[in-house]
């Protein structure tokens, strides 16, 4: 696996870098940033792994997260990949919410989908090993954070992979996609009718068949348009508490689904994760 | 005169806000983003103005400066104006440094530039006028900053209007459009071949000519590629040192002319001023 870098700039005394790699589960280029903090020679640093939600690539994030400061500070390494497979070869749809910028972390069953859509693959194993295998990573101290779509990508690759994954956050998560159009549009496309299929890719049914972290941490805003219908922030709260999963559930107060919100709670969230992977 | 609201969202405690309004200097809509942060009813704020470089609108920084945190801490309000008139009716040149983009903070005198760009006057006179009608702005305790094409434009308004600006700050400024190929092209396309009509829009030239500052912070990356030909950080030293201009340059190792670079930084400004502006 060859690692082209597109750039790299001198940031917060380290490296944010952007590359561009050939994918074997997405047959497709895949362009993903990573930021390495200053480090002593030989450091292997815990890594935070970043899901973005619909429409973003990894630009997103990397421009307006504001997560820089506070992986220098703590001396985390951060790794946001894109939401999809991209290029003219990859089928897509006219919709905003499915197709490119909208893999929802899942591997597709569905025609025309299978092929390219395997973005949970991708970020479980290969984007994995990818990075394991080119930046100074501890593989045993990873975390895992995402927004939005992102988020539900992060609490259901979290609760599937405990063992991996030490520190499990969102910001505004989809929490059920059983639950909500978008999930319903996007599991329906990718996996097909049958809703039993779904529950591996939904967080309150992962949590409500045993899957169990040691805490969570969850932000999302009061002023969310897509709170009541899309993310559905309560059907999290209620999982957790009949299952007894320790869960920090928090509703900020006039911050809305933007970056003007992650950005804000973003420090809190890489220091949180920081704590449970140093410890 | 008045303000059309274009955006606001909730961040870090305050309001990023993104406002329209006629402007009778250039002629045209005018778009420039504030972030107030929070504070008690009735308080008044000190207030930073940042000004951008080529290419930019208020956006840039807005999306990518990392300053809100740092505002917020200390309770600085945050301007960032456009970089000059935009619209179909507003002359342009296919160039990326001159035109729209590029308006240079000066009051253009030759045509067909001299009707719109007169980003002097804008960010002189009828923006402050309209920041303090509009904002909790304390307009006796005012910074000035910007990057590049705007870092210039923050030296010569700030050394050209000492009385009103208490703390002068840059990234990467062009120090001397009398001495580079961007001034030298701008400067003669907007007032005329007549070098000694530049001398006021030229910070090094201000200084050798008596303007005064209490004192002058610069960060300035080695890694830049504009530095030795447009930047000339050294012309701005040598007139600091010459005048006998207190002046802190810091050249930042291995930084570049990115956002990239000027987060990195944000923070430092935002408190050095705040240290002035509250003092």
Not at 5 to 11: E, H, R
Not at 63 to 83: L, M, N, S, Y
Not at 184 to 199: C, E, F, M, V
Request: charged share 20%.
């Amino acid at each position: 696996m060859t690692l082209e870098t597109v750039s790299t700039n001198k940031s917060f005394g380290g490296v944010q870098g952007v590359y561009r790699h050939r994918s074997a589960q997405t047959g497709t280029e895949m362009t993903f940033s990573v930021f390495v903090p200053g480090h002593a020679p030989g450091a292997r640093l815990p890594v935070l792994w970043y899901l973005s939600g619909l429409t973003c690539t990894h630009a997103n994030v990397t421009e307006k997260g504001e997560f820089r400061a506070a992986c220098a500070e703590h001396g985390v390494i951060f790794v946001a990949p894109d939401t999809s497979p991209r290029g003219d070869d990859v089928p897509d749809d006219e919709a905003y919410d499915f197709g490119k910028g909208a893999g929802f972390y899942v591997d597709a069953t569905q025609e025309p989908w299978a092929k390219n859509f395997r973005m949970r693959s991708y970020i479980e194993q290969e984007l994995a090993e990818l990075v394991a295998a080119n930046f100074p990573v501890d593989m045993d101290r990873q975390g895992i954070t995402g927004h939005s779509m992102g988020g539900h990508g992060a609490l259901t690759i979290g609760l599937r992979n405990a063992g991996r994954f030490r520190s499990v956050s969102a910001f505004s998560p989809i929490v059920s996609p059983l639950s909500c159009p978008w999930g319903d549009k996007a599991l329906t496309g990718y996996i097909g009718s049958d809703r039993a299929n779904w529950r591996e890719y939904d967080a309150c049914a992962l949590i409500e068949d045993g899957a169990r972290l040691p805490d969570l941490l969850v932000d999302q805003g009061t002023a969310d348009g897509f709170l009541e219908e899309q993310l559905r922030t309560d059907l999290l709260a209620q999982a957790c508490e009949k299952a007894g999963q320790p869960a920090t559930i928090r509703m900020q107060e006039g911050y809305d689904h933007s970056y003007y919100f992650i950005s804000t709670f973003m420090a809190e969230h890489v220091a949180w994760h920081a704590e449970r992977l140093k410890a």
